[in-house]
Nanobody
């Protein structure tokens, strides 16, 4: 049974950093593309970043480029999202998602919510002073 479990969320001051983790079970990262998404209150879920489990290629939304870094550890079957220079507008529930790599390119399409088959439950990130 495929499962994605996020952790690492919390309360952080503006300008601070957090690292989110997404632990995957029931799949092998090599064969999947993993994405991070977020949903703020009253807003639609939006794509933040994605990574190829096979070769580590990445793609970022313009809103987080230069501040967030996605990475993966295939030995641990885990994907990370390092978030720096956090802003209040980054406050949201962050979720990871997975899709078989045969159905996805690591380009703008990988930030599309509808393309992902498997989702975690999410972790809350709050940026506030």
């Amino acid at each position: 049974q495929l499962q994605l479990v996020e952790s690492g969320g919390g309360l952080v001051q503006p300008g601070g950093s957090l690292r989110l983790s997404c632990a995957a079970s029931g799949l092998t990262l090599d064969y999947f593309v993993l994405g991070w998404f977020r949903q703020a209150p009253g807003k639609e879920r939006e794509g933040v970043s994605c990574i190829s489990g096979r070769d580590g290629s990445t793609f970022y939304a313009d809103s987080v480029k230069g501040r967030f870094t996605i990475s993966r550890d295939n030995a641990k079957n885990t994907v990370y999202l390092q978030m720096s220079s956090l802003k209040p507008e980054d406050t949201a529930v962050y979720s990871c998602a997975a899709v078989p790599r045969s159905f996805m390119y690591v380009q703008a399409m990988c930030l599309s919510v509808s393309r992902y088959a498997y989702w975690g439950q999410g972790t809350q990130v709050t940026v506030s002073s």
